[in-house]
């Protein structure tokens, strides 16, 4: 997730994609803000995790549900929506370590939160180029309507909703390549099957519980209702322990103030289990800390930082992954061994990115040179995505010996 501060290069910079509207049914912009504010009149003050899931999922008014998020109209840009050499470079490192285990089949690619399907879609593209298609299936994790209609149009051929409420699918279809694509709700729900699985800017916008140093030890920061203004907000400190105080610190605590998001260490559970139990490889990559974050919640709108106190619903709200955490987390049953979290920049260009613009610059229109040049540096440049950003590679520890010989490209 980035800002675009430079607006006059947005329009050639970035891909061209497919738009779906807004769903109109959802009229007024202040429907979760009410919502909050009615459930914190009636039963007390709630925690930031809690409020982040509201503001971001909540079915009727939630802010990724049912509008278009991403790009020059949108909130903020991805990598991958910015340029095709991201999802490349992810797609050669699945496509080399899967080669390492020996290729085998049937497989499945899985990707947690697809926005608008662009990372898939160049997946697929490159896998396809390289033959590497036959016993493939995508799975996709996505809980917005909107934005799983979008990955559907940029993705398939052809695709149908399904409406029966039992199924754990909730869209199918067929992707030009002819391979089967399946929508879910959660990872739970993905088939068992040998997996390559990616998740790139979906962990921060899992919700975090908030906490503070005070004199009587750490206490969790929650939201209350702000008297003084109509429907708004404003941060309190919980004067006793809470379940998740109770729950979640470390003994060894020592930050002012800090970030847990509990989801995100089950995910990173599940998804060690699944990589130990059928095969497979996963990268995550987000922006992030080693453990060493502090208050890092934030929202975003039109480009610009945005309090994730005012207007919920109308602003993304994300937190900075604790990659420390998820490593821990994803490691603790022996398992699963993980490598990084690398930054953005080390991770690419050891992949080769810069050949791949260089030729792809030899090949390009006059036209379209800024663009490739544009994206080039704001996915590798320090001070742009390539240090804030990293990937961490989990894969079975069962590699451990074949890894040590052959090491995991982009890693070291
Ligand atoms: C910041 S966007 C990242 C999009 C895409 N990966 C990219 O890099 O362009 C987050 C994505 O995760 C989805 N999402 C957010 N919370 C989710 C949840 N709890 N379960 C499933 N999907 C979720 C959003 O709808 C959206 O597709």
Redesign the pocket.
């Known amino acids: ?1 980035f800002q675009i501060r430079r607006c006059t290069r947005i329009v050639k910079t970035l891909r061209s994609y497919y738009t779906v509207k807004s769903n109109e049914s959802v009229k007024d912009p202040h429907q979760v803000a009410k919502q909050i504010y009615s459930k914190i009149k009636a039963t007390g003050p709630i925690t930031v995790a809690e409020y982040m ?1 509201e503001v ?2 909540n079915p009727l008014g939630g802010y ?1 549900m049912h509008k278009d998020v ?1 790009g020059e109209s949108g909130d ?1 840009i ?4 910015l340029n095709q050499m991201f999802g490349e470079m992810v797609a050669i490192w699945f496509l080399n370590e899967w080669s390492k285990v020996g290729s085998p089949k049937p497989i499945q690619i899985v ?6 399907g ?2 898939s879609q160049d997946l697929l593209r490159v896998f396809d180029h390289f033959g590497a298609l036959q016993s493939a299936t995508l799975h996709l ?4 309507p909107l ?1 799983s209609d979008l990955q559907a149009r940029k993705l398939c051929i052809q695709s149908d909703n399904i409406i029966d409420k039992k199924s754990v699918i909730h869209r199918q279809g067929i992707s030009h390549q002819g391979i089967p694509v399946k929508w879910y ?2 990872l739970d729900d993905v088939p068992n099957c040998f997996t390559l699985l990616v998740a ?3 962990f ?3 919700p975090v519980h908030k906490f503070q140093k005070t004199k009587d030890g750490y206490r969790e920061i929650l939201i209350d209702i702000d008297l003084s203004k109509e429907c708004s907000f404003r941060y309190v400190i919980a004067r006793e322990e809470t379940p998740a105080s109770k729950l979640y610190i470390r003994p060894n605590e020592t930050r002012e103030h800090f970030e847990i998001s509990p ?1 995100s260490l089950v995910l990173a559970k599940q998804i060690a289990e699944r990589l130990e139990i059928d095969g497979g490889l996963a990268l995550i990559a987000d922006y992030g800390h080693n453990g060493s974050g502090t208050d890092t919640f934030r929202a975003f709108k039109k480009h610009k930082l945005h309090d994730p106190l005012v207007e919920p619903g109308t602003a ?1 709200l ?1 937190a900075d992954v604790d990659f420390d955490a998820l490593s821990k987390s994803a490691t603790e049953a022996g398992g699963v061994i993980t490598f990084g979290p690398t930054t953005q920049r080390d991770f690419l260009l050891k992949m080769g990115i810069e050949h791949r613009f260089k030729a792809l610059k030899a090949n390009a229109k006059p036209d379209q040179i800024e663009g490739l040049e544009f994206g080039y540096k704001m996915m590798t440049e320090s001070n742009q995505m390539g240090e804030r950003f990293k990937f961490l590679a989990l894969l079975p520890a069962v590699l451990e010996k074949l890894l040590k010989k052959y090491s995991v490209a982009g890693f070291h």
């Not at 991805?78 to 929506?81: A, D, G, L, R, Y």
């Not at 990707?111 to 608008?116: C, D, S, T, V």
């Not at 994790?141 to 917005?144: D, F, I, R, T, W």
């Open positions: 997730m899931k971001l999922i990724y991403f903020f991805t990598s991958p929506e990707e947690l939160g697809p926005g608008r662009t990372l994790v996505e809980v917005s934005l709700r959660q790139h800017e979906f921060d916008a899992l989801e993304d994300t």
